[in-house]
């Protein structure tokens, strides 16, 4: 696969930015050889044709700030979320820790809600399409918390009128366990539906392994570097 676009970061980063853009980049580095480096540039460089994941709100380009920010005012300590801003994707955080849990979450688990492998990002909308089959549910974000094992929030957006009652009908499906919260976003006031099951705390990294271990040995499993996210590129939401 080649991949046409880049993951621009503002022109100038903090630590965290250059961090998770970084994440983002090796995620799809990953998966493929055919790519134009720099697959990384700053908001200065990023003229030209192909798909941007923008990395905070710096990134993103004047005629799109407001849509950014619109999603950025909307996060909580330790949030962070990926959102669709025109046809892109952008990656931002309330704080430095909610952008990392979003770059770190999403570009390990995608497409998956969560657990790798297993329920997919589609199955959110569908378990809604499904229960509710007048409106067209889409997904406008996710966002992850720090320390916390799940998606967050699934901001959504629909081109008809749904009920608070179908968004909990979806979210107590056992395929929306890791789901903590749906939000509609409609006008004014948005809709929402909380499980009242908060999300589980993320398991402690494994333990490196120790100077000397045995070359050719497996490295230790994990979303980033397991088998289990192979073909799990990021992508539109």
Same mark, same amino acid.
């Given at each position: 696969?080649?991949?046409?676009?880049?993951?621009?970061?503002?022109?100038?980063?903090?630590?965290?930015?250059?961090?998770?853009?970084?994440?983002?980049?090796?995620?799809?580095?990953?998966?493929?050889?055919?790519?134009?480096?720099?697959?990384?540039?700053?908001?200065?460089?990023?003229?030209?044709?192909?798909?941007?994941?923008?990395?905070g709100k710096?990134?993103?380009?004047?005629?799109?700030?407001?849509?950014?920010?619109?999603?950025?005012?909307?996060?909580?300590?330790?949030?962070?979320? $990926?959102?669709?801003?025109? %046809?892109?994707?952008?990656?931002?955080?309330?704080?430095? +820790?909610?952008?990392? @849990? &979003? =770059?770190? /979450?999403?570009?390990?688990?995608?497409?998956?809600?969560?657990?790798?492998?297993?329920?997919?990002?589609?199955?959110?909308?569908?378990?809604?399409?499904?229960?509710?089959?007048?409106?067209?549910?889409?997904?406008?974000g996710l966002?992850?918390?720090?320390?916390?094992?799940?998606?967050?929030?699934?901001?959504?957006?629909?081109?008809?009128?749904?009920?608070?009652?179908?968004?909990?009908?979806?979210?107590?499906?056992?395929?929306?366990?890791?789901?903590?919260?749906?939000?509609?976003?409609?006008?004014?006031?948005?809709?929402?539906? $909380?499980?009242?099951?908060? %999300?589980?705390?993320?398991?402690?990294?494994?333990?490196? +392994?120790?100077?000397? @271990? &045995? =070359?050719? /040995?497996?490295?230790?499993?994990?979303?980033?570097?397991?088998?289990?996210?192979?073909?799990?590129?990021?992508?539109?939401?």
């Amino acid at each position: 696969d080649f991949i046409n676009g880049k993951v621009v970061v503002p022109a100038q980063p903090t630590a965290a930015e250059n961090a998770a853009a970084a994440n983002v980049a090796a995620r799809l580095g990953f998966q493929t050889t055919g790519l134009t480096p720099p697959l990384v540039v700053s908001a200065a460089e990023a003229s030209g044709e192909g798909a941007r994941i923008w990395i905070g709100k710096g990134a993103v380009p004047a005629n799109l700030a407001s849509d950014a920010a619109s999603f950025a005012q909307r996060l909580q300590p330790n949030e962070g979320g $990926v959102f669709s801003v025109g %046809l892109n994707l952008l990656i931002v955080g309330h704080d430095d +820790a909610g952008l990392l @849990a &979003a =770059a770190d /979450a999403y570009s390990a688990r995608c497409p998956f809600i969560w657990k790798v492998p297993g329920d997919q990002l589609s199955g959110i909308t569908g378990e809604i399409n499904h229960g509710s089959p007048g409106p067209n549910v889409q997904i406008a974000g996710l966002t992850y918390v720090k320390g916390k094992a799940g998606v967050n929030r699934a901001f959504l957006e629909t081109n008809a009128a749904i009920t608070v009652a179908a968004l909990h009908t979806a979210l107590n499906s056992p395929h929306l366990a890791a789901v903590h919260e749906l939000v509609v976003l409609h006008g004014a006031q948005d809709l929402t539906a $909380v499980n009242t099951k908060a %999300l589980p705390a993320t398991p402690p990294a494994a333990p490196a +392994a120790p100077a000397g @271990a &045995a =070359a050719g /040995a497996p490295p230790a499993a994990g979303p980033a570097n397991s088998v289990e996210t192979e073909g799990a590129t990021p992508q539109p939401l």
